[in-house]
């Protein structure tokens, strides 16, 4: 069960990046289904994957690490 948390966080993390890469561009706050305050604020606060590091399953990681 944790781990499918772990994945929609990592997924609703996704969106906000894209959402907050659209916005950078040019895409205006309009365009960005009229979006509310906390909304828009979730999307330009969003990490890169790489900043997410407390997302990760824990066991997941000292498997991957130590290759068991």
């Known amino acids: 069960m944790k ?3 772990l994945k929609l966080k990592n997924q609703q993390e996704d ?9 950078t561009e040019g ?3 309009k365009e960005f289904d009229d979006s509310s ?3 828009m604020m979730a ?3 969003a990490r890169k994957k790489e900043d ?3 997302l990760i ?6 498997n991957q690490t130590y290759g068991l």
């Open 3 to 5: 781990r499918e948390v």
């Open 57 to 62: 399953d824990p066991l997941e990681a000292i």
């Open 52 to 54: 997410r590091a407390e």
């Open 15 to 23: 969106f906000n990046l894209l959402a907050q890469q659209l916005l």
């Open 43 to 45: 999307t330009l606060n």
């Open 37 to 39: 305050f906390f909304s």
């Open 27 to 29: 895409l205006s706050p």
